[in-house]
């Protein structure tokens, strides 16, 4: 499932960086280095993908989530997975307040995604693997994940305080 391709190579690439890092791993630092490669990995490469299924590969993206071949909801769900991939993208170079921006505007669009998910099941008993499935997971768990790292990282004490308080 492209959902967890991209959250598991954001982890590994995460990880990667952190055993790279010459800075100290506090937290802090820690959810910062995830934060910026769910952003860039899962929410903008992931979003292009989207915005790809939903283009070239329209009819079976359809079809995996329970919707007749030839929507023309899937343009519009292709152009948003379009636009929050370039926010996610931009988040490499762009941080701070940008961050914010992205993580809330993707937040919105997937957690509004999977209150559909969730009608769709309860109204049209639509249990297609892209309704219910790993589509309505990630549709919880990312933006969850997200918003954490990125209070945790703007927020939390932590041992940068404690270290700059002991020099």
């Given at each position: ?116 998910h969730v009608q769709q ?47």
């Open positions: 499932m492209p959902f967890y391709f991209f959250f598991i190579v954001s982890l590994i690439v995460g990880a990667i960086h952190l055993y790279r890092d010459r800075r100290p791993r506090y937290g802090r630092r820690v959810a910062e280095v995830f934060l910026l490669w769910l952003l860039v990995i899962d929410v903008g490469i992931g979003g292009f993908f989207g915005f790809v299924g939903h283009t070239v590969f329209a009819d079976q993206a359809a079809a995996s989530i329970g919707w007749p071949a030839g929507n023309p909801f899937q343009t519009e769900v292709a152009v948003a997975n379009l636009a929050i991939g370039t926010l996610g993208i931009l988040c490499y170079w762009l941080r701070s307040e940008f961050w914010t921006a992205t993580v809330i505007a993707t937040s919105v669009w997937l957690l509004g995604d999977a209150m559909g099941i309860i109204v049209a008993h639509n249990y297609h693997p892209n309704n219910a499935g790993a589509a309505l997971y990630n549709d919880i768990v990312v933006p969850l994940i997200l918003i954490v790292l990125l209070l945790y990282q703007r927020y939390a004490g932590g041992g940068e305080r404690e270290a700059a308080h002991t020099q």
